[in-house]
């Protein structure tokens, strides 16, 4: 367990300490603490936090204790809607929504939770979708051309939220959280140049979160992680793609499928 405290410390151990934006102190006693360099990490944690959480739910594998389900339930009128483009439909998102994982068939979960993990023949479908602000820019809105939750009313999603609790975090989320710190701390250390905060970027980006990205893998199934994507329409019944050894590629709709 690590304390927000203890990230920060981490992330200035990154720069080789705070030195004389300290007082010759290394690391700061209390990131709730009235010094200039406690205030700007408790300022930027949140945000390093949410960006390291968000990052990982677009690689379509998210830390585990900051996913959600939910049936989006009802769908916007149009009148509400910024711009809905090529979608059919619309749905507000959760409004500690961080980040959409998938937006993928409720059946597949329901049938897997009542079997209690005994064969069946419904397969995890992924569809296509976006996500946009609302009209008022208060929260974000789900836009897809497939309704897939068990009673083909709503959208079923996968989602990420914000997590302040610190204390369950693996290490390799810890670490992307102090690298990611120490990218943007360096100035009020004395690391004015850009070489120090580009090094920090290219650690993280390279390899504090390819390592997250490991490290949450094996916390899954990785089989069912891979899901073919089908292309939506105005009902989720559809047939899913047979996988193949190949890979896969990108329609011109965007859905993504095997070769």
């Known amino acids: 367990m690590a304390?927000?405290?203890?990230?920060?410390?981490?992330?200035?151990?990154k720069l080789g300490g705070a030195g004389e934006a300290l007082g010759g102190n290394a690391f700061i006693d209390d990131i709730n603490g009235t010094d200039k360099v406690s205030s700007w990490l408790k300022l930027n944690f949140p945000r390093a936090r949410r960006r390291v959480i968000t990052d990982l739910a677009v690689r379509e594998c998210p830390f585990r204790s900051t996913v959600r389900f939910k049936d989006l339930g009802a769908e916007l009128a149009s009148s509400s809607i910024?711009?809905?483009?090529?979608?059919?439909y619309a749905f507000n998102l959760p409004?500690?929504?961080?980040?959409?994982?998938?937006?993928?068939?409720?059946?597949?979960?329901a049938t897997r939770n009542a079997s209690r993990g005994s064969q069946s023949n419904i397969q995890p479908i992924t569809y296509?979708?976006?996500?946009?602000a609302n009209k008022a820019g208060t929260g974000k809105i789900l836009l897809t051309n497939t309704l897939s939750n068990i009673a083909n009313t709503s959208a079923f999603i996968e989602y990420v939220r914000d997590t302040?609790?610190?204390?369950?975090?693996s290490e390799e989320l810890i670490d992307c959280i102090a690298t990611l710190l120490a990218s943007e701390v360096g100035p009020m250390v004395g690391y004015t140049d850009r070489k120090t905060?580009?090094?920090?970027l290219f650690k993280y980006r390279e390899i504090a979160?390819?390592?997250?990205?490991?490290a949450n893998q094996f916390g899954f199934n990785n089989r069912v992680r891979q899901i073919p994507d089908?292309?939506?329409g105005r009902s989720s019944r559809a047939t899913p793609a047979l996988e193949s050894s190949l890979g896969t590629y990108t329609d011109a709709q965007g859905n993504r499928r095997s070769i």
Not at 3 to 13: K, M, R, V
Not at 82 to 87: L, T
Not at 95 to 108: K, P, S, W
């Open 3 to 13: 304390t927000e405290t203890e990230i920060a410390n981490l992330g200035l151990g």
């Open 82 to 88: 910024p711009e809905i483009g090529q979608y059919l």
């Open 95 to 109: 409004g500690h929504c961080l980040a959409v994982v998938m937006q993928f068939n409720e059946n597949y979960t």
């Open 128 to 132: 296509k979708w976006d996500m946009i």
């Open 164 to 169: 302040p609790n610190t204390g369950g975090f």
């Open 197 to 200: 905060a580009d090094e920090m």
């Open 209 to 214: 979160i390819p390592n997250a990205q490991r």
């Open 230 to 232: 089908v292309s939506g």
